[in-house]
């Protein structure tokens, strides 16, 4: 990576994104020293203009960002890092320093929906009572939705094909949550295999 620090006194703007919500969650400023300890950590470290030094964030909150990636624009004057964040991004104590929350990706809300009917154990609620039947009628419930998206697959009507497929996807959701897991879970196995061809 080669980046130009000539412009804005040696310092490049640097976009904060958070890998598994895709929300943008603040823009700080790295001159080379903060992008090399930056690299050499794996924990995001600022030139903070205020204080004129080197600014781990979370060093007093411990709300750190995780590395997961660095991207150069294409003049090499400003920096994309996608990050894990251990807890809220900005010092008024939310999420991003641009407002509280920005919608989540519809996937990773319906995850989320989950979740809390999970936690929540509703007697109304269809993820609780399909939860209370046991993992193995939720892995059926799986199968079954699978089996009926091949069916509609054979014909030709889209409506049926689709509202299967999102019973298939929904239930999947469920199992993934019921054992413990998540989107992001998978979505790391996908990308080594993308990586190995």
């Given at each position: ?40 950590e ?16 979370g ?68 993820v ?56 992001t879970?998978v ?11």
């Amino acid at each position: 990576m080669i980046l130009d620090f000539s412009k804005n006194n040696g310092l490049i703007p640097t976009i904060i994104q958070d890998y598994q919500t895709q929300q943008v969650l603040m823009l700080g400023y790295m001159n080379e020293e903060a992008l090399q300890k930056t690299l050499k950590e794996n924990i995001v470290t600022f030139f903070s203009r205020s204080k004129n030094r080197l600014w781990t964030k979370g060093e007093t909150s411990g709300n750190y960002l995780k590395v997961v990636s660095i991207k150069e624009d294409c003049d090499q004057d400003t920096l994309l890092i996608k990050v894990i964040p251990s807890g809220p991004t900005c010092h008024n104590g939310t999420t991003s320093c641009f407002a509280d929350e920005t919608p989540l990706p519809f996937l990773n809300q319906l995850e989320q929906v989950i979740e809390d009917r999970i936690a929540n154990q509703n007697a109304n609620s269809y993820v609780a009572s399909l939860l209370q039947k046991g993992i193995n009628k939720i892995a059926q419930k799986v199968g079954e939705e699978a089996v009926e998206l091949v069916i509609e697959a054979k014909d030709n009507n889209k409506d049926l094909f689709l509202k299967e497929a999102a019973d298939l996807l929904f239930h999947y959701l469920l199992l993934l949550k019921a054992k413990g897991f998540g989107l992001t879970d998978v979505e790391t196995i996908l990308k080594s295999r993308m990586k190995n061809g």
